[in-house]
């Protein structure tokens, strides 16, 4: 069983960063493919940034490509998603995912694709 918590979000003004962290039980996090969504009141949950187990590949959103930039440590079982220059439409709760089986040639796209899931971190851009 795996289990993720997110930490870092918080009140940001519009052009501000923030960095959230998604710390990982397990001893086996550095097989695992991770995963951020992001789900604002009303709407779908969706992908924000994926990276492959061995950060060999990364997948961006067109809404955040540029701005935010997903990494690992796999000595510290921590995903960590650096998120600049904010906007208002980047508010909603931030989730960390993991999926345990994964090939290292492709990235992870949707939900349904990941089978753990922290609890979210709320992030708020403020205008």
């Known amino acids: 069983q795996v289990q993720l918590v997110e930490s870092g979000g918080g009140l940001v003004q519009a052009g501000g960063s923030l960095r959230l962290s998604c710390a990982a039980s397990?001893?086996?996090?550095?097989?695992?493919?991770m995963g951020w969504f992001r789900q604002s009141p009303g709407k779908e949950r969706v992908i924000v940034a994926s990276?492959?187990?061995?950060?060999?590949?990364?997948y961006y959103a067109d809404s955040v490509k540029g701005r935010f930039t997903i990494s690992r440590d796999n000595a510290k079982n921590t995903v960590y998603l650096q998120m600049n220059s904010l906007r208002p439409e980047d508010t909603a709760v931030y989730y960390c995912?993991?999926?345990?089986?994964?090939?290292?040639?492709?990235?992870?796209?949707?939900?349904?694709?990941?089978?753990?899931w922290g609890p979210g971190t709320q992030v708020t851009v403020s205008s």
């Open positions: 990276m492959t187990w061995s950060g060999r590949s990364t």
């Open positions: 995912a993991a999926r345990a089986t994964a090939t290292n040639t492709r990235t992870y796209l949707s939900k349904d694709e990941y089978n753990y």
């Open positions: 397990g001893r086996t996090f550095s097989t695992y493919h």
